[in-house]
């Protein structure tokens, strides 16, 4: 199917009016600097930009950060002249939350382009107003013929590749913004908490990559006020902020949020870490991730405070969102004939089985932060992901996937495919029963992208179990090439809303297609 680009509609000049007007207030510092300070009069300013997440036909969830308390104030309208608006009084912004906060926002209309602006208010004058910092995003089709696309990878600011200015900082984002999609998956990494960003890197070819820092960015975070830092830091970048404001999220998290590979209940042995206990890290980490993300299920949605849940995109997508991290075992060599926990958790695992049933959406792609079929390996003995490279029967967490590829056979679930990053390349992987150990599920495909923002990696070993066939793959040949050596890695969803059908696109920033692959509605692994 050709690639049908949508043109942007002119009401953007709202957003870059709103962006530019942000990132006047906050350009980015020279390397050293430390985030703004606070002040405590004047009036209130919303420098870090706008995000909205999680938008449904109906409903959206908008964020802002001000850099004192403040109340906040959402108009939305059908045009960009703000001539007929609608006002949603949002929360008193304060230190309990680092001076986020976020609005939801109901009764929208379906299918349509949505303007909003937010204004910050003193809390003890409401006439002593900031600047509108504006945004606008798209709800979700009610009719199946206007079709979805949408864009998604992972990993930013990993392996010390941080906000470079002498490149124009995170350019894939502008980038991704002109593709102009209905909404952006982050599949998780969405920081690098345990990644130190030093003021320069030289590079194998003698070249000097110069980062941005804070100071929260100069140890791995530990405290509370570091992983705010953390998740604070992307915001320095102007193509991102903007980004935020045109084109609505959906956040899922993995293990770079609090640390690399963490499982619940692990003691460590960083001698970087003063703190231990990687519950109370992750505790903390999550604190920040709500503050810093419009995640509905962190904000008062039904079934809240977990990061799992379903995003519906009209007659034609359900989103599934998974949390592969906070319900797992611990990582071990993966050999165990039983295991009930797995990567996901039997709760976890009830829910999504539940929910696929229920689901009437035409494609129910499933968001993991994980990998299926690729070996990740956590040391010398264990592993990280489901696979634990034995190509026999299901042994470890392979046995709760086994369980849900077989109930989505079995329920004749139809229009799944699985979409991650982690791995930092990109590839398509088939999976078939005739080629697997394990036979009782129905095709399917599942598709890798990312790094937006970090180190690139040669790929990993695939694990014969589930039957993957490796139909496309690029990676370098070196372990972390950084993003001035090697393009940033992205992936498109495009459902044509004629046929139905679901065309995924691995791309490249620069514009380049990898590959490209068609799959028809109502079928299973094509």
């Given at each position: 199917?050709?690639y049908?680009?949508?043109?942007?509609?002119?009401?953007?000049?709202t957003?870059l009016?709103?962006?530019?007007?942000?990132?006047?207030?906050?350009?980015?510092p020279?390397?050293?600097?430390?985030?703004?300070a606070?002040?405590?009069?004047?009036?209130p300013?919303?420098?870090?930009?706008?995000?909205?997440?999680?938008v449904?036909?109906?409903?959206?969830?908008?964020?802002?950060?001000?850099?004192?308390p403040?109340?906040?104030?959402?108009?939305t309208?059908?045009?960009e002249?703000?001539?007929r608006?609608?006002?949603?009084?949002?929360?008193?912004?304060g230190?309990g939350?680092?001076f986020?906060?976020?609005?939801?926002?109901?009764?929208?209309?379906?299918?349509?382009?949505v303007?909003?602006?937010?204004?910050?208010?003193?809390?003890?004058?409401?006439?002593?107003?900031?600047?509108p910092?504006?945004?606008?995003?798209?709800?979700a089709?009610?009719?199946?013929r206007?079709?979805?696309?949408?864009?998604?990878?992972g990993?930013?600011?990993?392996q010390?590749?941080?906000i470079?200015?002498?490149?124009?900082?995170?350019?894939?984002?502008?980038?991704?913004r002109?593709?102009?999609?209905?909404?952006?998956?982050?599949?998780?990494?969405?920081?690098?908490?345990?990644?130190?960003?030093?003021?320069?890197?030289?590079?194998?070819d003698?070249?000097?990559?110069?980062?941005?820092?804070?100071?929260?960015?100069?140890?791995?975070?530990?405290?509370?006020?570091?992983?705010?830092?953390n998740?604070?830091?992307n915001?320095?970048?102007?193509?991102f902020?903007?980004?935020?404001?045109?084109?609505?999220?959906?956040?899922?998290?993995d293990?770079?949020?609090?640390?690399?590979?963490?499982?619940?209940?692990?003691?460590?042995?960083?001698?970087?870490?003063?703190e231990?206990?990687?519950?109370?890290?992750?505790a903390?980490?999550m604190?920040?991730?709500?503050?810093?993300?419009?995640?509905?299920?962190?904000?008062?949605?039904?079934?809240?405070d977990?990061v799992?849940?379903?995003?519906?995109?009209?007659p034609?997508?359900?989103?599934?969102?998974?949390?592969?991290?906070?319900?797992?075992?611990?990582?071990s060599?993966?050999?165990?004939?039983?295991?009930?926990?797995?990567?996901?958790?039997?709760?976890?695992?009830?829910?999504?089985?539940?929910?696929?049933s229920?689901?009437?959406?035409l494609?129910?792609?499933?968001?993991?932060?994980?990998p299926?079929g690729?070996?990740?390996?956590?040391?010398?003995?264990?592993?990280?992901?489901v696979?634990q490279?034995?190509?026999?029967?299901?042994?470890?967490?392979?046995?709760?996937?086994?369980?849900?590829l077989?109930?989505?056979k079995?329920?004749?679930?139809?229009?799944?495919?699985?979409?991650?990053?982690?791995?930092?390349?990109?590839?398509?992987?088939h999976?078939?029963?005739?080629?697997a150990?394990?036979?009782?599920?129905s095709?399917f495909?599942?598709?890798?992208?990312?790094?937006?923002?970090?180190?690139?990696f040669?790929?990993?070993?695939?694990?014969?179990?589930?039957?993957?066939?490796?139909v496309f793959?690029?990676a370098?040949d070196?372990?972390?090439?950084s993003?001035?050596?090697?393009?940033?890695?992205?992936?498109?969803?495009?459902i044509?809303?004629?046929?139905?059908e679901?065309?995924?696109?691995?791309?490249?920033?620069?514009?380049?297609?990898?590959?490209?692959?068609?799959l028809?509605?109502?079928?299973?692994g094509?």
């Amino acid at each position: 199917m050709p690639y049908r680009p949508r043109v942007p509609s002119p009401d953007r000049r709202t957003v870059l009016r709103g962006s530019l007007a942000a990132s006047a207030a906050l350009t980015l510092p020279v390397a050293g600097a430390a985030a703004p300070a606070f002040a405590r009069s004047g009036r209130p300013e919303a420098a870090w930009g706008v995000q909205v997440g999680d938008v449904t036909s109906s409903s959206a969830l908008v964020w802002v950060r001000s850099d004192r308390p403040a109340r906040m104030v959402v108009e939305t309208s059908a045009t960009e002249s703000f001539r007929r608006t609608r006002t949603w009084h949002g929360p008193l912004l304060g230190p309990g939350t680092d001076f986020t906060g976020t609005t939801p926002l109901y009764g929208l209309p379906p299918g349509e382009q949505v303007h909003y602006r937010v204004t910050l208010a003193a809390p003890d004058d409401p006439r002593r107003t900031g600047k509108p910092v504006y945004g606008t995003f798209r709800t979700a089709p009610a009719r199946r013929r206007d079709g979805v696309r949408f864009l998604w990878s992972g990993d930013i600011a990993g392996q010390g590749w941080g906000i470079n200015p002498d490149i124009g900082g995170y350019r894939v984002y502008d980038e991704m913004r002109r593709l102009d999609p209905d909404f952006f998956l982050c599949s998780g990494d969405t920081i690098y908490a345990d990644g130190v960003i030093e003021p320069s890197v030289t590079l194998p070819d003698g070249r000097v990559w110069r980062n941005v820092t804070t100071e929260e960015k100069a140890k791995v975070a530990e405290t509370l006020a570091e992983y705010r830092g953390n998740f604070r830091y992307n915001l320095l970048d102007d193509n991102f902020r903007r980004f935020n404001a045109q084109v609505p999220a959906v956040i899922q998290w993995d293990d770079h949020e609090v640390r690399n590979n963490w499982y619940p209940g692990q003691i460590l042995d960083d001698v970087r870490y003063t703190e231990k206990n990687v519950d109370v890290l992750a505790a903390r980490s999550m604190q920040a991730f709500r503050d810093y993300f419009p995640v509905s299920t962190l904000h008062g949605a039904p079934g809240g405070d977990r990061v799992h849940r379903v995003v519906r995109h009209g007659p034609m997508l359900d989103l599934f969102v998974l949390d592969m991290r906070t319900f797992r075992n611990a990582n071990s060599p993966g050999r165990q004939p039983e295991d009930t926990t797995g990567i996901l958790g039997a709760g976890q695992l009830a829910w999504l089985k539940r929910e696929l049933s229920k689901s009437r959406a035409l494609w129910k792609v499933i968001a993991a932060d994980m990998p299926l079929g690729l070996v990740v390996a956590d040391g010398a003995t264990n592993f990280e992901a489901v696979s634990q490279g034995d190509p026999g029967t299901p042994l470890g967490r392979e046995l709760q996937i086994a369980e849900l590829l077989r109930f989505i056979k079995h329920q004749r679930i139809t229009g799944t495919l699985w979409l991650t990053a982690d791995v930092h390349y990109t590839a398509a992987q088939h999976y078939a029963p005739e080629r697997a150990a394990f036979k009782d599920f129905s095709p399917f495909w599942e598709f890798v992208t990312g790094p937006l923002a970090a180190g690139q990696f040669p790929s990993n070993a695939l694990d014969g179990t589930f039957g993957p066939d490796q139909v496309f793959v690029q990676a370098p040949d070196r372990a972390n090439v950084s993003p001035m050596e090697t393009p940033a890695l992205f992936g498109e969803v495009d459902i044509d809303g004629d046929s139905g059908e679901l065309t995924v696109r691995l791309r490249e920033q620069g514009g380049s297609v990898l590959f490209s692959k068609a799959l028809q509605p109502g079928h299973v692994g094509q």
